[in-house]
């Protein structure tokens, strides 16, 4: 008859747990070794009837009690745990470890390691046991990998007011001491970071017309009836022009009554005078974006002239 793994200490019964500290309360190295654990991680155990994590913050608590009171997550996992816009999906996001010298990152298959300068740690605790480096120095430490334009998305993200991540003063003065990395990826991003896009789409459409030739849009700008009633907000405006490119992000497809409201908006926009032009998430792809000569026509229509500057 198969023998039944003795129970473990109360404290290891939920979630992941060290090796460590399991044998500093006594569990045996053939318990530890037994058929109910796996081991997710070198140096850690969890149960093997659990499902492996897939979000990006089950993947960390998971890893979490591995990690020595100098080591904290950083670069992209940081910036994802504090809810930025990242590239990439929440499952594909790699899980990166950082500490300051004169310590050592881990060396662990799965995770990504790094050794920082010496430096005076600035981590918050987002949860329990989970460190987490600060979204300014998470930026920078990103921009190893990430694009110009993903910086750029992720900085409007950070500075916006309702966010209250970083300010624009905040990512200038960590270049500023840190330095910038990749041909100045860094300083080229922060040219481009505006406040009040509230949407990875909104800045991809902004960076999209910009690059294509085309004025820079303002942002949220309100619009009001003849009476003062207020009719909308537009994302992006060319207000000389009386011309509103908005991204749509088709997030509410599904939601009939949305769409209906949205029907609703767009149709009050135009009847007070503005040429909407509505952007959709392929008008943004590709080496030439469809969206440039959508805004382009529009423009042209109500007078716009290559050369204008607004």
């Not at 499902?51 to 904290?72: G, K």
């Not at 816009?85 to 990152?105: E, L, S």
């Not at 970083?166 to 481009?192: F, K, N, Y």
């Amino acid at each position: 008859m198969a023998r039944i793994p003795s129970q473990l200490p109360p404290a290891l019964r939920a979630g992941s747990f060290s090796v460590a500290e399991a044998r500093r309360l006594g569990v045996s190295p053939r318990r530890l070794g037994a058929s109910d654990l796996a081991q997710p991680y070198r140096g850690l155990r969890t149960s093997a009837s659990a499902d492996a994590p897939t979000a990006l913050l089950e993947r960390c608590l998971e890893y979490a009690p591995r990690m020595s009171p100098d080591q904290f997550y950083s670069g992209e996992t940081a910036l994802a745990l504090h809810g930025v816009p990242t590239p990439r999906f929440d499952g594909r996001i790699p899980i990166h470890v950082a500490t300051h010298r004169p310590h050592y990152p881990p060396r662990i298959a799965g995770i990504e390691r790094h050794r920082l300068q010496r430096r005076e740690p600035a981590w918050s605790e987002s949860a329990p046991g989970l460190r987490v480096e600060s979204p300014v120095r998470a930026w920078r430490q990103a921009a190893q990998t990430w694009t110009h334009d993903d910086l750029v998305i992720a900085a409007d993200h950070m500075i916006l007011p309702a966010n209250g991540l970083a300010t624009l003063d905040e990512l200038r003065d960590e270049v500023r001491l840190m330095g910038d990395l990749r041909g100045g990826v860094l300083a080229s991003a922060i040219r481009h970071v505006r406040v009040g896009a509230e949407s990875p789409g909104e800045t991809r459409l902004r960076l999209v017309l910009v690059r294509g030739g085309l004025p820079e849009p303002d942002l949220n700008h309100d619009i009001y009836d003849d009476h003062g009633t207020h009719i909308a907000r537009l994302d992006q405006a060319y207000v000389r022009y009386r011309v509103a490119p908005e991204y749509d992000g088709r997030v509410h497809a599904e939601d009939v009554g949305q769409f209906r409201r949205d029907a609703d908006r767009w149709e009050a926009i135009r009847a007070a005078g503005w040429r909407h032009v509505r952007i959709l998430a392929h008008h943004v792809r590709g080496p030439a974006p469809r969206a440039v000569s959508l805004v382009r026509e529009a423009l042209l229509e109500r007078g716009w002239r290559p050369g204008d500057s607004s």
